[in-house]
Every structure is written in C-alpha cells, then in structure tokens.
C-alpha cells in the first residue's frame, strides 16, 4: 500500500511539474508576441479635416459626423462604456482582466496626448503607443478614411472628461493558452500594418462600392468571408447568420427583409435576432447605407454556413 501510495504521489509530483513547465512555455511564448513591436504604415492627418468653410463650421462638421460614426458603425460605447470613460470586458482569474480604457480627456485617459498617429495606430492596427499589440479589434476598423477617423476623434474629444483609470490587462490561465498556440487571438496579427489608408470614404450612396466600405465591420464576428457560423471562444455566443447569398444565407432575402432585421430585430420569419447582434446599432445607419451593405452582400460569393 505504501509502495502504492508513493508512485501516486511520484506521478501527481510529475504532472504538476510538466503542468508547471507547461505554462511557462506558454506563458512566454504569449507574452513575447502580445510584446511583440509592430512597424505600421504613419498616417497623419488633420483633427478635423478643413473643409473650406471657417474652422468652428469644420469642427462642428466633423463632431456631428463622427457622432454618427460613432453611434451607427464603430459602437464604441460597447466596450468603452456609454461615457467612453472605459470599462472592464472580462475580469476572471480564471480567463484575466480585459478592460477598454478611457477615451476621454480626464484622468486616467490613454489618450490625452495621443497624436493623429496614435489613433491610426490603436483603431486601424490594434497598436499601443509603442507598437505593442492591444485588445482593439482593428480588422473591423482597417476600412476607415483618414477623414472618417478624424471626425471620430474630434467627436470623442468633444465628449465630458471623465476621471478613470482601470489599470492594464491582465492575462490568466486560458488566454495565456489560446495567445500561445493561436496567434490570430492577438488581433493585431490579423492586420496588415504596411497597407496605406484612403483619404476620403467612397461616395455616399447605395452602391456596392460604398457597402464593401462599410461591410469590414461585419467581418470580425462573421468571418472574412461573411459565411458566420460557431465562433470559438465565447460559449454563449449563438451560432452567427450567413450573409453570403447562400441557400444557408440571405439567398431568399429582399432588400426590405434586410432592412427590417438591422431595425427591427426580427429576421425574415419572424424571428427575434439575438442580443448579441448589435442590430440596434446599425439600424441607425441612413437608408442609403443599409442599401449600399445590401447591394455588396449580393456581390460576394455564396459560401455555405461557418465554412472558411
């Protein structure tokens, strides 16, 4: 019994130490690539665009601009709270402290100094100051002009300042794991950062060029290809719509189907569109740019649900 007891103990001993090992790998391996020093492409512009007509008039154009931006495609608040003071995703031991700092001009604000380079890097290529990589998800971001990031940023300097400092990320046991065999989970591994950004959004209009433009945002959640499907990680998350013109997609749908599920809720039978989809976001686009997202859908290949 003796003997017994102590080739148990020998063997628990030595899976803990190949556990203990375990983690230290990954825990370096994470760590070496959320530290990893990205180069990306230096964009600057001017905050806020001159349009020609007085700089009150041109920042009064950009806030308003940006506002609508803000409030029907980048969904900011989602994260960073409704007074863009931050706020904390994830706080688990388990799986870490994920928080969204804050945007504003108050104390404890990432961004008070922040140049128009900064925020190309943080909300285009998921930077820190520094080139680190961050927890923005700037694949859905990539498409936006520098006179579209412009606005957004005079909008939310615009804003109250707000006095929070939620510290920094913190990595636990899971996402030490994940970051170390699947490096796509640092979003900023997913972007290229040597591609050049457009000055100017295409036209305002219900055309596919303009839905392509505004479409990236979908991408994070459904896929490169819009096919969605099981998304990993989340497992509260539903399984996400094809909005490929697949039978297993959008291929029966109408342009006014469409549009009634982004303001309404409700898909083409009736159904209640999850929370999880932040229909009511982009439901307060304009008209012209659900139907220019519509006539793009129609444009891409149809790929059936969750397939790559």
């Not at 539903?238 to 909005?243: D, G, R, S």
Request: proline share 5%; charged share 20%; aromatic share 10%.
């Amino acid at each position: 019994m003796k003997k017994l007891l102590k080739i148990l103990g020998w063997s628990v001993a030595a899976i803990l130490a190949v556990a203990i090992f375990a983690y230290g790998v990954a825990w370096w391996v994470a760590g070496s690539r959320y530290d990893k020093q990205w180069v990306a492409h230096d964009a600057t512009f001017p905050i806020p665009f001159p349009l020609g007509e007085g700089e009150t008039m041109a920042l009064n154009h950009a806030i308003a601009n940006g506002q609508h931006l803000v409030e029907t495609r980048v969904g900011c608040r989602g994260c960073h709270s409704e007074d863009f003071g931050g706020g904390v995703i994830i706080d688990a031991p388990i799986l870490g402290r994920w928080v969204a700092p804050n945007l504003t001009m108050g104390k404890g604000s990432v961004t008070r100094e922040y140049t128009a380079s900064d925020w190309d890097h943080a909300v285009r290529h998921g930077l820190r100051r520094g080139g680190r990589s961050s927890s923005m998800p700037a694949i859905e971001f990539v498409n936006l002009s520098d006179h579209e990031l412009s606005d957004i940023v005079a909008y939310i300097r615009s804003l109250p300042p707000v006095d929070r400092d939620l510290g920094r990320v913190k990595f636990g046991p899971v996402f030490t794991f994940v970051m170390a065999f699947d490096s796509s989970a640092l979003l900023a591994f997913n972007v290229d950062h040597e591609k050049a950004h457009a000055i100017e959004p295409p036209e305002t209009a219900a055309t596919a060029e303009y839905g392509e433009h505004i479409v990236q945002v979908c991408r994070g959640c459904h896929r490169a290809n819009l096919s969605g499907g099981k998304i990993q990680g989340d497992p509260n998350m539903p399984i996400l719509a094809n909005l490929t013109p697949h039978e297993t997609g959008l291929k029966d749908w109408t342009e006014a189907d469409f549009i009634r599920a982004l303001r309404e809720g409700k898909r083409k039978d009736g159904s209640a569109i999850s929370e999880y989809m932040p229909w009511r976001v982009y439901g307060q686009m304009s008209d012209a740019e659900l139907k220019a997202i519509w006539a793009y859908l129609r444009t891409v290949p149809a790929v059936e649900k969750g397939n790559r």
